[in-house]
């Protein structure tokens, strides 16, 4: 079943707050609104078609990919435990004992990396006449002393190294901290060299910055009290209104706490408490902090939509542009290909039940190499 995303349709357009010019032309700065406010509604949009595609993402997984994968698994034991049956028979060549045993190695390594099993780790064992942990151990140690190589870090025993993702975490966190302790404690200065004062102009942008987060905090509580009085369901005398203000009062508490402008500017329109002609006739200073808080709303959404992309090329191992309709197309090819998976192990498993069939299957078989997990790693 294909689902098709339709960002245009997620997330509700921004409407009311766009600047239109009435006598006079819009001035550069309205004009640099009205920019600002397609793209927060482009930013919106977008991220609100990764919101729906991560649902049902997620949904397709648990239902479609996980019982597949078990599915898979299952079938690979049942193979497994067939071949190592056929494995003892009389009739068998020792070159056909040697493919039978490649071919148990291989499954039940396809097994472990996606469940432990202690009866596939044994014939994994016997059959590769190896050490399965051991093998693992030494795979973690190689793993660790080339990241350490390559980054200067140390991954204890409580890295899962089975997994890209926490590994690549664990070293950028590791990373990042080094960074930071670096430039903050100054270990390479003499011990009696003073801390640097920051300049004069250092200075005057610092307090600068400061004044305009506090101007910006400030008009954000402007907007939030004038709904707030507005809204106020105790003062409201009959009881459905009293009820649609509640609901309306909760949404602005919630746009207020997370400081989102945008939002609370929109509650406003939809109470008719301003319209586009009040906000075209805003003073230059008032609009120029609007602007500041929405771009900075802009670079959020911005970031959180670079946090999901980024995320699934990771955990997808892709490269290249990430979209809703990409990840989506992706579980279609998992799928196809399980079932593939699925249908060829069935078949393999029917013909391991006959012995005469099997040893004319395995010459057209050739054991592939076991893949490392790690070949997708990012590094």
């Known amino acids: 079943m294909t689902h098709s995303l339709f960002p245009d349709d997620s997330a509700p357009a921004i409407t009311g707050l766009v600047l239109t010019a009435s006598e006079a ?38 239902g479609e ?55 596939m780790k044994a014939l994994y064992n016997q059959h590769g006449e190896t050490d399965y942990d051991a093998e693992e151990e030494a795979a973690d140690a190689d793993l660790k002393a080339m990241l350490a190589g390559l980054f200067g870090v140390e991954l204890g025993d409580d890295v899962d190294m089975r997994s890209p993702e926490a590994v690549a975490a664990h070293v950028e966190a590791q990373v990042r901290a080094r960074a930071g302790s670096a430039g903050e404690d100054g270990d390479d200065a003499p ?9 004069g102009h250092q200075q005057a942008r610092e307090a600068r910055l400061a004044a305009d987060e506090k101007a910006m905090s400030q008009t954000v509580r402007e907007v939030y009290r004038k709904l707030a009085s507005a809204l106020h369901p105790d003062r409201e005398p009959d009881p459905a209104e009293r009820q649609r203000k509640t609901a309306l009062m909760q949404r602005v508490n919630e746009a207020y706490q997370a400081n989102n402008l ?17 906000l075209a006739g805003l003073a230059p200073q008032r609009l120029k902090r609007y602007h500041q808080i929405l771009r900075a709303q802009l670079q959020d959404l911005e970031m959180e939509i670079f946090g999901i992309e980024h995320g699934l090329r990771q955990q997808l191992h892709l490269r290249g542009r990430m979209t809703p309709k990409l990840l989506l197309q992706c579980v279609e090819a998992d799928v196809a290909t399980l079932d593939g998976e699925i249908r060829r192990l069935e078949g393999e498993l029917a013909i391991s039940a006959d012995l005469k069939a099997l ?12 893949q490392e997990a790690w070949s997708g790693f990012p590094f």
Do not use: M, Y
Not at 27 to 43: C, I, P, R, V, Y
Not at 191 to 199: K, L, V
């Open 25 to 62: 032309p819009l001035s550069k700065e309205q004009k640099a609104f009205n920019n600002l406010l397609a793209k927060l509604d482009k930013a919106r949009r977008k991220l609100a078609g990764w919101r729906e595609a991560l649902e049902v993402f997620r949904r397709r997984c648990a």
């Open 65 to 119: 990919l996980e019982p597949r994968e078990a599915r898979q698994a299952d079938l690979q034991v049942g193979l497994a435990q067939a071949l190592h049956a056929a494995h003892g028979q009389k009739g068998v060549t020792a070159a056909e004992r040697r493919k039978l045993s490649l071919l148990i190695v291989e499954l039940a390594a396809s097994v472990l990396e996606a469940r432990d099993d202690a009866e």
């Open 191 to 199: 011990f009696d060299a003073p801390p640097r004062r920051p300049s």
């Open 262 to 278: 945008l939002q609370l500017l929109e509650l406003q329109i939809e109470i008719e408490q301003i319209d586009s002609a009040h």
């Open 359 to 370: 040893k004319a299957w395995l010459k057209g078989i050739r054991p592939a190499r076991r």
